[in-house]
Nanobody, 119 residues
Framework: VQLQASGGGLVQPGGSLRLSCAASGKIVKINSMAWYRQTPGRERELVAR???????TAVVAEEDRFTVSRDFDKNTVYLQMNNLKSEDTARYYC??????????????WGQGTQVTVSS
């Protein structure tokens, strides 16, 4: 199983970005997909998690600037980020808990995508 994240980049304050993360491989069931972010010297923090049942857990209070969604057919999770601020600058990581016949349920991580908010 692999997670491939994309969509990061350099954006000015107030701008928008949409991150995507696609899961591929021997997938029987995706239990949850989530976005985390991390800045140097700090622990990785959960931005939002979307369960298989559609329940959203958002740990980072972003005043509705961030929206997480999922395309079940494409095994892809998205993070729409609007009105970005400099403090949103971080490396964003995709995480998924995936069940396969040979491994059971396992947590996987993508390689991360850098988001830099700067003028």
């Amino acid at each position: 199983v692999q997670l491939q994240a994309s969509g990061g980049g350099l954006v000015q304050p107030g701008g928008s970005l949409r991150l995507s993360c696609a899961a591929s491989g021997k997938i029987v069931k995706i239990n949850s997909m989530a976005w985390y972010r991390q800045t140097p010297g700090r622990e990785r923090e959960l931005v939002a998690r979307l369960t298989d049942g559609g329940r959203i857990t958002a740990v980072v209070a972003e005043e509705d600037r961030f929206t997480v969604s999922r395309d079940f057919d494409k095994n892809t999770v998205y993070l729409q980020m609007n009105n970005l601020k400099s403090e949103d600058t971080a490396r964003y990581y995709c995480n998924a808990n995936i069940y396969s016949w040979d491994t059971g349920s396992v947590d996987y991580w993508g390689q991360g995508t850098q988001v830099t908010v700067s003028s």
